[in-house]
């Protein structure tokens, strides 16, 4: 998937919300903002929820 925007963290808002699995290839940066982003929201309490099951859908 392509997706663009005018700064990272609407690139990763706009990949989140989407809810599925992702691999960052490019560009470098966005994998760093990434996992400070991942980092500052689990120490804020956040959690993770589980996969739902999907019915082949």
């Not at 997706?3 to 963290?9: F, I, Q, T």
């Not at 980092?39 to 804020?44: C, E, I, N, P």
């Amino acid at each position: 998937m392509l997706s663009g925007a005018a700064g990272l963290d609407a690139v990763l808002m706009h990949v989140l919300l989407l809810g599925h699995a992702f691999e960052i290839l490019e560009p470098l940066e966005l994998g760093s903002r990434c996992r400070e982003l991942a980092q500052r929201l689990l120490a804020a309490g956040a959690t993770v929820s589980p996969v739902p099951e999907t019915d082949g859908v």
